[in-house]
């Protein structure tokens, strides 16, 4: 127990001195209901920052074998109606209170809230103006939900879905548009039905969206592309072109880029200080001596050594390097960089 709940514990007064002080509330294991989520609103009114996670806190040993706490909860089910633990979960009602008692939420965490709909994510966006943060993870959330989240939340910052079965690239192009502009971060894992936009284990990524992204999300600063099928080079060139604040940016086997979208990313994304390319087959005669990269990794067969001369000369800053399966340079280029990186802490080749 921290020093500031044990002298709520003293007397009313010190409590009542307490609850306007706590800036964070954090609501775990089964069990949750609207009525207790309802109290804490309106005992800590001046909370920024909400979490809520309805998993379990123990599980019966055949859930942990079975390893059936990756599932996300049947539709209409809760987890805890599940597991045996009772009916008690948070509702689009207890959502909706939560929008209604905090006030200043900045910070709202909801993780495996198997009784919010879309119902519930609309009401708490329409309250929650000033939301900078939001991650939902495996909620039986959709488009109608997010158009609002995009609607209302517009310094929303980092937004984190995982899991959202109910999610299409119609919501995520609508999000886009509302709050693109001052989103940074983005994470869809697992959202089986998002087939034009993604960062993570979604393969059918097209150019469409891509370019929506460079658009429309002025201040996106991570970028994060595994095992992409889909999109070209006209994705990149409108990744320069619109994301100017870009300073993390990841290509995992994305067979269909080449060194032209990468030239558009050096010139474009000036403030780039992390870059990976792996696996990408059509990229290796590209330099992308951005003057400001930190840390390269290149896991690409035809980097050459030009490419490597070139990041010598222009990227003074550079402290890691990592050079894998890069069969096409020789000394001279790892020379090169000798001489022109005198910043460089980290050089890995294998």
Not at 2 to 8: I, P
Not at 17 to 33: M, N, Q, Y
Not at 90 to 115: M, P, Q, T
Not at 229 to 257: E, R, V, Y
Request: with cysteine; proline share 1%; aromatic share 4%.
């Amino acid at each position: 127990m921290s020093n500031r709940d044990a002298c709520s514990l003293v007397c009313k007064r010190w409590l009542g001195l307490e609850r306007p002080s706590r800036d964070a509330i954090r609501i775990g294991g089964s069990g949750i209901t609207d009525a207790l989520v309802r109290l804490l609103a309106r005992r800590f009114m001046n909370a920024q920052n909400v979490y809520i996670n309805e998993i379990p806190i123990s599980l019966p040993a055949r859930f942990v074998r079975g390893r059936r706490i990756n599932r996300p909860p049947l539709s209409g089910q809760s987890v805890s109606e599940q597991n045996g633990m009772g009916t008690s979960s948070l509702s689009d009602s207890g959502l909706a209170d939560v929008g209604d008692g905090f006030k200043r939420l900045e910070k709202l965490s909801l993780i495996w809230c198997s009784n919010v709909t879309d119902v519930g994510l609309s009401s708490i966006a329409e309250k929650s103006k000033v939301l900078k943060s939001l991650d939902i993870q495996a909620c039986h959330v959709g488009d109608k939900g997010l158009v609002a989240v995009g609607k209302y939340c517009t310094q929303l910052e980092d937004l984190n879905l995982w899991s959202c079965k109910g999610l299409t690239d119609t919501g995520l192009i609508l999000l886009a548009i509302g709050c693109g502009r001052t989103l940074k971060s983005l994470g869809l894992a697992a959202c089986a039905k998002i087939t034009d936009a993604s960062l993570a284990a979604c393969r059918n990524l097209t150019d469409e969206a891509l370019q929506a992204v460079g658009k429309f999300c002025q201040f996106l600063e991570l970028l994060a592309l595994y095992s992409f099928q889909n999109f070209t080079d006209k994705s990149l060139c409108a990744i320069g072109k619109g994301c100017k604040k870009l300073k993390n940016l990841t290509f995992i086997n994305c067979d269909f880029l080449s060194d032209i979208g990468l030239d558009s990313i050096a010139v474009g994304c000036t403030e780039l200080m992390h870059l990976e390319v792996n696996g990408c087959q059509n990229i290796g005669t590209s330099s992308c001596n951005s003057s400001r990269l930190f840390e390269l990794a290149l896991h690409c067969q035809k980097v050459e050594n030009d490419a490597l001369c070139e990041i010598g000369l222009g990227c003074k800053d550079l402290q890691s390097l990592h050079l894998a399966d890069c069969s096409g340079i020789g000394d001279e280029s790892i020379c090169s960089i000798a001489r022109g990186c005198k910043n460089l802490k980290k050089l890995h080749i294998s």
